[in-house]
């Protein structure tokens, strides 16, 4: 029954009606991931890991990879868009004849002879690719495929050995899949399918050359899928580059936030953001927070602090080893560690449910950061809480943000520290502004001594409400 299933689904020609221009708005599916033509040694790997319903982005995106079809998909963070290419590629990858031999065998086991790469998944960071090659050996663990990921920051000679052994799909960072392509050791004749995830970020991470350089060595034969949370005007040129008669997927407004999470701006002085940040900790429930800064000193700077006032933080960067971002994640996954201090760069990839809290140590200066940001909670259907920490001269970035959400982000008024919210950064003896800040300023030690933090704050709950009075930036002042 199975086998006739795959091949149906395999032999099937009819495309999908959905073109570049259009956006497919499936209602959800009332047969969970059954319904959706996966086969089942996928199915029962999907449902030990707890999941019984597809995403929007999942049950709108994998009859269409089935199928065959080039993809263009549009999805916030936390919607699930690695299972939603995950599940059906790994299906297209074994095929009607790997089925058959699975079928006979009863489990799976090692190919006969080395695979060559047949699918390609391009990340911008080590910890996404990371995630998504988990995700692959997670969800084809019952599957004769074999996964491997390639990133920077570690040795290439073990990376080399795995991919000589034989594998069927690789993720990689461009950077590393680069160093291996100059060492000829991974070759592209039999790639059938190409992901870009994150591709927006890719490009703003300066990849469009290495992204260009590896296009060239690919088949022009093949299935090609763009995933990212949003899609600018900027990365449109790769987009027409890259995909065929696409089915677009767009299962929520681009650079939308979630209903899930609970919004709020404190207006606060840029020197007095620490303290407040501790103040949040002893006041509210917050069990397991990820907190950004926009620079990695101030995130190294942030993490001295925090854990010399008792709190048990860690700092996640690109500046930061391999080994010690791992520990960091791993710490953080465990409850090991309560506050997990993080550039932009270094969050993506970061996949850690239960996150209570997203707190914005310093505002993004890009709105669509700030949504990537907040998407790191009130994930799954549970909801979280995003704290903005708002200086003087964040306010315009507020704003701005609000303007593209076309939401309000409620104010908080009542906290201690509202004093020096409304004055502007002072200027250093040296002509340049401000404490705690930029790049090249010196970083003082904060006053005040270590506090003990062990617990996880009040259980009972949030004790500030945000005031509603209108838009924040045009609030601040009357706090």
Not at 307 to 334: M, P, Y
Request: proline share 5%; glycine share 10%.
């Amino acid at each position: 029954m199975v086998f006739k299933l795959i091949q149906k689904l395999t032999s099937s020609s009819t495309p999908s009606s959905a073109s570049t221009s259009a956006v497919k708005t499936a209602p959800r599916s009332t047969g969970g991931f059954e319904s959706l033509g996966l086969i089942e040694p996928i199915l029962r790997a999907v449902k030990s890991e707890g999941y019984e319903n597809p995403t929007p982005i999942q049950e709108q995106s994998i009859a269409s990879i089935l199928d065959g079809r080039d993809m263009l998909g549009c999805a916030q963070t936390g919607t699930g868009k690695t299972a939603a290419f995950a599940l059906p590629m790994l299906q297209r990858l074994l095929g009607p004849d790997g089925l058959e031999a699975l079928s006979h065998e009863g489990n799976k086991s090692a190919p006969k002879q080395a695979p060559l790469v047949r699918a390609l998944i391009l990340a911008p960071t080590r910890e996404l690719a990371l995630q998504i090659s988990d995700s692959f050996k997670t969800y084809g663990k019952h599957l004769p495929l074999r996964t491997a990921v390639v990133f920077g920051g570690v040795g290439i000679e073990p990376q080399i050995t795995t991919i000589r052994r034989g594998i069927d799909i690789l993720v990689a960072t461009p950077g590393r899949l680069i160093d291996l392509m100059e060492r000829r050791v991974v070759t592209f004749q039999n790639l059938e399918i190409l992901v870009l995830d994150e591709a927006d970020r890719m490009l703003d991470m300066g990849f469009i050359h290495d992204i260009k350089r590896i296009l060239k060595v690919l088949p022009l034969k093949r299935q090609n899928l763009l995933f990212s949370a949003t899609i600018p005007k900027e990365v449109q040129g790769l987009i027409d580059s890259i995909l065929h008669n696409p089915v677009t997927v767009k299962v929520t407004p681009v650079s939308s936030t979630s209903d899930q999470v609970e919004q709020r701006v404190y207006h606060v002085g840029r020197a007095d953001k620490k303290q407040l940040l501790l103040h949040i900790l002893d006041t509210e429930n917050v069990t397991r927070a990820l907190v950004f800064t926009r620079t990695k000193h101030n995130a190294n700077k942030l993490e001295q602090f925090l854990s010399e006032s008792g709190v048990q933080a860690a700092a996640i960067h690109g500046n930061k080893s391999q080994s010690a971002r791992q520990r960091a994640l791993d710490g953080f996954k465990a409850g090991k560690i309560r506050i997990l201090v993080a550039s932009d760069i270094a969050a993506r990839g970061i996949d850690v449910d239960a996150i209570s809290h997203v707190i914005n140590f310093e505002m993004p200066n890009e709105p669509e950061t700030y949504v990537h940001r907040i998407g790191r909670t009130g994930r799954a259907e549970a909801r979280g809480v995003a704290m903005s920490f708002c200086d003087y001269e964040e306010q315009r970035y507020v704003a701005t943000i609000e303007r593209m959400t076309r939401k309000d982000i409620p104010v908080v008024t009542d906290h201690p520290f509202t004093a020096g919210a409304n004055a502007p950064v002072p200027p250093r003896q040296d002509g340049r502004r401000g404490s705690g800040g930029g790049r090249g300023q010196r970083q003082g030690r904060s006053q005040g001594g270590p506090r003990g933090r062990s617990g996880a704050g009040n259980s009972s709950g949030h004790s500030s409400s945000p005031g509603r009075t209108g838009s924040s930036a045009n609030r601040s002042r009357r706090s």
